[in-house]
């Protein structure tokens, strides 16, 4: 029999994680892309662009650089969905998850060695502060927290799934 | 795990999320306000607005004695001293410098990237070059060093005295001689000339005009490089290495 979805914390935490980190996602992707600007500029610009932020964390070399940014972005808009959509969950997740560890590794490594650069997390001029270390960590706790839970709860049978089954799978 | 746990987490953390997203400076806000920006109480400022006919501040050697300051407009920055920019005013790309003299990336800035955008871009007309002074507090002697640079350029002698600001900095950081720094790259003639200008203090307003400037482009940390091309704003704050920054311009040249 169909029953609706119980809402236990972990499944609370998925979805907000999901909500939460595909909007900023998509939004960090899509910022990246127009640099909030109307009309927005050629997308050869906004790139070569953010080629200036990418670059300035000093980690990276040249063909990395051009690399990360060119793709950046794109990938940031295409997980951003697929995170919303939800199939292949712990796939995207994982992905996500490791991207935004990478963020807070390079965001913090920037803190800490006082290098006066510029975040490029939105396209924008944002010095790297201890908030900003704080809101990377935050998020990157938020990711962690989601692809665990995901890995959990996928264990478990469905709970749309029917009573056989979910036997079966519990069996 | 009860309910209320279970809302109460979700609250906490929906809320810790906003505080987070909107507790970030208001960089959008301030992008799409761009120069139209209300300006913290700028201090008024008296000041000549003829235009002049030089091209460059660079390339001439101009007459000796301390002028009026000068500011004019060139494409959408207005308040540009001739003394203090480069190249044509008709060059398709604007890059606007918001400079610390005491500040170690501006340096880098300078000596690694923008000597090298001088040469190809600026002196080619492809590219004008305004540097603002834009001192920050926390550096005891770098308002000293943007009156010495200013008074300087006003004679015609700018790029020998920012390039041994530049080059000297931890020096006169550590011992707070300016004066001797820029001494040792001028003429007893020349030097007499700069000091008399950073004495009377005629070109401070324009340093204060540059401030108010940068905080109207909500500049928060130096150097901050604010580009115009096309009609665009396109304001980056930190180091830029040469090659991307060729790049960057190719590609803002390339726009049709």
């Known amino acids: 029999m169909m029953q609706s979805s119980p809402m236990n914390f972990r499944r609370v935490v998925i979805w907000i994680g999901r909500l939460v980190l595909a909007g900023i996602f998509i939004y960090a992707g899509y910022a990246k892309l127009t640099m909030g600007m109307h009309p927005r500029p050629p997308i050869g610009v906004a790139l070569t662009f953010f080629q200036l932020s990418v670059d300035s964390y000093q980690i990276l070399p040249p063909w990395g650089v051009q690399f990360v940014a060119k793709t950046l972005p794109f990938a940031e808009i295409a997980l951003g969905v697929l995170l919303l959509i939800g199939f292949g969950l712990r796939i995207w997740a994982t992905l996500i998850t490791l991207l935004i560890v990478g963020f807070f590794a390079a965001v913090l490594r920037a803190y800490l060695l006082h290098m006066q650069i510029n975040c490029g997390c939105f396209a924008t001029p944002e010095p790297v502060t201890l908030q900003k270390v704080f809101e990377d960590g935050a998020l990157a706790a938020l990711a962690i927290l989601m692809t665990v839970f995901a890995f959990i709860e996928a264990r478990k049978p469905h709970p749309w799934s029917s009573e056989s089954g979910a036997e079966k799978a519990s069996a | ?256």
């Not at chain 2, 000596?111 to 005891?140: C, E, W």
């Not at chain 2, 790259?185 to 020349?190: I, K, M, P, Q, T």
């Open chain 2, 1 to 256: 795990m009860n309910r209320r746990a279970i809302v109460c987490g979700s609250v906490a953390v929906v809320v810790g999320m906003a505080l987070i997203w909107f507790g970030t400076p208001q960089i959008l806000a301030a992008q799409s306000a761009g120069a139209a920006t209300p300006a913290p109480a700028p201090a008024k400022v008296t000041i000549g607005a003829k235009p002049v006919k030089s091209s460059t501040a660079a390339s001439s050697n101009r007459a000796a004695a301390p002028s009026a300051p000068q500011l004019i407009s060139v494409g959408p920055v207005t308040d540009v001293d001739v003394h203090k920019a480069f190249g044509s005013k008709t060059a398709p790309v604007i890059m606007e410098v918001f400079s610390d003299f005491q500040c170690p990336a501006c340096k880098t800035l300078y000596l690694a990237t923008n000597r090298q955008t001088m040469d190809n871009y600026v002196s080619t007309g492809k590219v004008y070059l305004i540097h603002r002074d834009f001192p920050l507090p926390m550096h005891a002697h770098s308002k000293v060093a943007a009156s010495y640079a200013r008074a300087a350029a006003h004679i015609g002698k700018v790029e020998p005295v920012e390039q041994a600001l530049f080059e000297n900095q931890e020096k006169w950081e550590a011992t707070g001689d300016v004066d001797g720094t820029v001494a040792a790259v001028l003429s007893a003639a020349e030097m007499k000339k700069v000091r008399d200008l950073v004495k009377a203090g005629t070109l401070e307003p324009l340093i204060e005009k540059d401030v108010v400037l940068g905080k109207i482009h909500n500049v928060n940390q130096t150097p901050t490089t604010v580009f115009y091309a096309k009609g665009q704003t396109y304001p980056y704050a930190g180091q830029i290495s040469y090659e991307f920054l060729k790049q960057f311009l190719d590609q803002l040249l390339a726009q049709k």
